[in-house]
């Protein structure tokens, strides 16, 4: 019993050591981590913990980071220590848009510094998506489709926390209109990851392409499927999140008593957590819900602190204002003061040219970001206009992406046919001159068997009958076939279109060889015996010999059978 009671009590101890003592952070231990890993060691620690703490204790774990990174010398620690700060401002920070840009921008030049290519790309993606998000989609377009460009160059396997930078360009396009796009990214996003906290996002992003998009039964599924998640693993924010935009799907489909309580939960646990955003959706999609019934003195206290949201937090999302303007527009309509409905329009016509007016000016980096734009643009015209010209603006897209996909099928078509003009030219050149230089093997041959012939007849005579014009002819025929200068420029041109590189790359892999040299060995190639080579030079079939061996030892062969094989290597 004692024995018993001594190991309960141990237990006991153990259990309330681990209550009480700190828990030890990852980059205490990062000492023998080589550096590409420490990115893929903190960014889960990231998600899974800092994320779910506090503002307070999230940045003060985060500045302990830095100031750790800082002293540490590897510099990927420093770079992702920056990133993560700049990730923590611009999800959990109200006006934390500035603040991450200035983080994002220093761990992109940290990077830069250190050559860290990786890092480097992104923090440039971080860049960009914060830039946008603040409404620079000039810069932030421009950082985002050069960091997608490096990320497809590099690999996603080796971009650490690659499913979060889909899903950024997912909300991104969801931004222009271009829900296919986003649809698509966030598949893959949510294929690659193993968070539940991101999952969580993904399927609320899920919700709000699918409710964008007019596809109900598809937007309420997704968010359905957050708020199982959230609410499995106990998170407040994203059981709010899920809440608020299931509420607001509902609210659409008008099932005002299904929305109701799903709005009153996300706005409660939003004004507990000071959750700017989702109260912001929340109070406006309360307010929309009570003046769409007729209950204007409940809706006004929503849109006042609506208004106070707005304010008080400096918003400048252009989408909030106009819906809030929208709201307050449909208040005074339905109370029956139609003067001030009317300045309320005013205001939501100056924030629709706003916003037409932020995409006209970003210079948009290509064909596809740019049709994007004009979706949006366009569809922010046509806000009171009927399905028929929706339906007209998406086949103008799919023909202008038709047109631009043939172009450039023509162009592939007529350059792949260029190409093999070029190369049939090139093979026509290559069979003449392999022809023209077995014509002149052919008199080479004939004309060696003449001399041949005349000398054998000389040598049968006596001296006293030798005749003159039989040494003419025996001189005349050989000076015709010796390579004279002129002559060898002539055969080095044939010869360098029938075997193309070969007396470059010889030069070059053996520049001590002289030109008598390198002419032997182009003959050599040819599959000249020694008496046509000897013939052509102009010296005896000896000396072709001994300069044949002294190239073999200057070229470091020993078997006269490899010489054949040496040179066919050389093309």
Same mark, same amino acid.
């Given at each position: 019993?004692?024995?018993?009671?001594?190991?309960?009590?141990?237990?006991?101890?153990?259990?309330c050591?681990?209550?009480?003592?700190?828990?030890?952070?990852?980059?205490?231990?990062?000492?023998?981590v080589?550096?590409?890993? *420490?990115?893929?060691?903190?960014?889960?620690?990231?998600?899974? &913990?800092? /994320?779910?703490?506090?503002? *307070?204790?999230?940045?003060?774990?985060?500045?302990?980071?830095?100031?750790?990174?800082?002293?540490?010398?590897?510099? &990927?620690?420093?770079?992702?220590?920056?990133?993560?700060?700049?990730?923590?401002?611009?999800?959990?920070?109200?006006?934390?848009?500035?603040?991450?840009?200035?983080?994002?921008?220093?761990?992109?030049?940290?990077a830069?510094?250190?050559?860290?290519?990786?890092?480097?790309?992104?923090?440039?993606?971080?860049l960009?998506?914060?830039?946008?998000r603040?409404?620079?989609?000039?810069?932030?377009?421009?950082?985002?489709?050069?960091?997608?460009?490096?990320?497809?160059?590099?690999?996603?396997?080796?971009?650490?926390?690659?499913?979060?930078?889909?899903?950024?360009?997912?909300?991104i396009?969801?931004?222009?209109?271009?829900?296919?796009?986003?649809?698509?990214?966030?598949?893959?996003?949510?294929?690659?990851?193993?968070?539940?906290?991101?999952?969580?996002?993904i399927?609320?992003?899920?919700?709000?392409?699918?409710s964008?998009?007019?596809?109900?039964?598809?937007?309420?599924?997704?968010?359905? +499927?957050?708020?199982?998640?959230?609410?499995?693993?106990?998170?407040?924010?994203a059981?709010?999140?899920?809440?608020t935009?299931?509420?607001?799907?509902?609210?659409?489909?008008?099932?005002?008593?299904e929305?109701?309580?799903?709005?009153?939960?996300?706005?409660? %646990?939003?004004?507990?957590?000071?959750?700017?955003?989702?109260?912001?959706?929340?109070? !406006?999609?309360?307010a929309?819900?009570?003046?769409?019934?007729?209950f204007?003195?409940?809706?006004?206290?929503?849109?006042?602190?609506?208004?106070?949201?707005?304010?008080?937090?400096?918003? &400048?999302?252009?989408?909030?204002?106009?819906t809030?303007?929208?709201?307050?527009?449909?208040w005074?309509k339905?109370?029956?003061?139609?003067?001030q409905?009317?300045?309320y329009?005013?205001?939501?016509?100056?924030?629709?040219?706003?916003?037409?007016?932020?995409?006209?000016t970003?210079?948009?980096?290509?064909?596809?970001?740019?049709?994007?734009a004009?979706?949006?643009?366009?569809?922010?015209?046509?806000?009171?206009?009927?399905?028929?010209?929706?339906?007209?603006?998406?086949?103008?897209?799919?023909?202008?992406?038709?047109?631009?996909?043939?172009?450039?099928? *023509?162009?592939?078509?007529?350059?792949?046919?260029? !190409?093999?003009?070029?190369?049939?030219?090139?093979?026509?050149?290559?069979?003449?001159?392999?022809?023209?230089?077995?014509?002149l093997?052919?008199?080479? !041959?004939?004309?060696?068997?003449?001399?041949?012939?005349?000398?054998?007849?000389?040598?049968?005579?006596?001296?006293?009958?030798?005749s003159?014009?039989?040494?003419?002819?025996?001189?005349?025929?050989?000076?015709?076939?010796?390579?004279?200068?002129k002559?060898?420029?002539?055969?080095?041109?044939?010869?360098?279109r029938?075997?193309?590189?070969?007396?470059?790359? %010889?030069?070059?892999?053996?520049?001590?060889?002289?030109?008598?040299?390198?002419?032997? /060995?182009?003959?050599?190639k040819?599959?000249? +015996?020694?008496?046509?080579?000897?013939?052509?030079?102009?010296?005896?079939?000896?000396?072709?010999?001994?300069?044949?061996?002294?190239?073999?030892?200057?070229?470091?062969?020993?078997?006269?059978?490899?010489?054949?094989?040496?040179?066919?290597?050389?093309?």
């Open positions: 019993l004692y024995s018993c009671n001594m190991r309960i009590l141990y237990c006991l101890c153990l259990m050591m681990a209550f009480t003592l700190p828990a030890v952070t990852p980059w205490k231990n990062l000492g023998k080589s550096g590409p890993e *420490v990115s893929r060691l903190l960014i889960p620690y990231f998600n899974s &913990h800092i /994320l779910n703490q506090d503002s *307070v204790t999230a940045l003060k774990t985060l500045d302990s980071l830095l100031a750790s990174a800082r002293h540490s010398p590897k510099p &990927h620690m420093e770079v992702t220590a920056l990133s993560l700060k700049g990730v923590y401002y611009q999800s959990r920070m109200p006006r934390g848009f500035t603040r991450a840009e200035i983080y994002f921008q220093q761990a992109m030049e940290t830069h510094q250190y050559g860290l290519e990786v890092p480097e790309t992104v923090a440039r993606h971080n960009g998506y914060v830039q946008c603040g409404g620079n989609y000039n810069e932030g377009l421009k950082n985002l489709l050069a960091a997608e460009s490096d990320m497809q160059r590099l690999g996603a396997e080796n971009v650490p926390d690659y499913e979060r930078h889909l899903y950024d360009r997912a909300k396009y969801l931004d222009f209109g271009y829900y296919e796009k986003a649809e698509q990214y966030l598949r893959q996003s949510l294929k690659l990851t193993s968070s539940e906290s991101m999952r969580q996002r399927y609320n992003a899920f919700g709000i392409v699918y964008e998009w007019g596809k109900e039964d598809k937007a309420e599924e997704s968010l359905r +499927s957050m708020l199982q998640s959230a609410k499995k693993n106990s998170d407040t924010v059981i709010a999140a899920a809440s935009n299931l509420g607001i799907a509902y609210l659409n489909r008008g099932n005002a008593s929305a109701r309580p799903l709005l009153e939960a996300g706005y409660a %646990l939003m004004a507990k957590w000071e959750g700017w955003h989702i109260q912001l959706v929340a109070l !406006q999609a309360r929309q819900l009570d003046i769409k019934e007729n204007l003195e409940k809706a006004r206290p929503d849109l006042q602190k609506a208004s106070v949201l707005l304010r008080k937090y400096q918003i &400048h999302d252009l989408d909030a204002w106009h809030y303007y929208q709201l307050r527009s449909n005074h339905k109370s029956g003061n139609f003067r409905a009317s300045l329009q005013d205001s939501l016509a100056d924030i629709k040219d706003s916003i037409l007016q932020i995409r006209k970003s210079q948009l980096a290509n064909i596809e970001t740019q049709l994007m004009e979706r949006y643009a366009m569809n922010i015209k046509l806000l009171q206009q009927g399905e028929k010209w929706q339906r007209t603006l998406r086949n103008i897209i799919t023909i202008g992406a038709a047109l631009v996909i043939a172009l450039l099928l *023509v162009w592939g078509y007529r350059f792949q046919k260029q !190409q093999k003009r070029k190369h049939q030219h090139l093979e026509k050149e290559k069979r003449e001159a392999l022809e023209r230089l077995g014509d093997r052919k008199r080479v !041959q004939s004309n060696n068997q003449i001399i041949e012939e005349l000398r054998k007849k000389q040598s049968s005579r006596k001296p006293d009958q030798e003159l014009p039989d040494r003419k002819v025996v001189e005349q025929l050989h000076q015709t076939i010796i390579l004279t200068e002559d060898w420029q002539e055969f080095k041109q044939l010869f360098e029938a075997y193309p590189r070969f007396l470059q790359g %010889l030069a070059v892999k053996h520049p001590s060889l002289t030109e008598a040299e390198i002419r032997l /060995l182009a003959l050599i040819l599959n000249l +015996s020694v008496n046509e080579m000897a013939a052509m030079l102009g010296i005896l079939p000896q000396s072709v010999r001994k300069t044949r061996q002294r190239l073999m030892k200057k070229l470091g062969l020993e078997d006269p059978k490899a010489l054949p094989a040496f040179l066919n290597g050389l093309r």
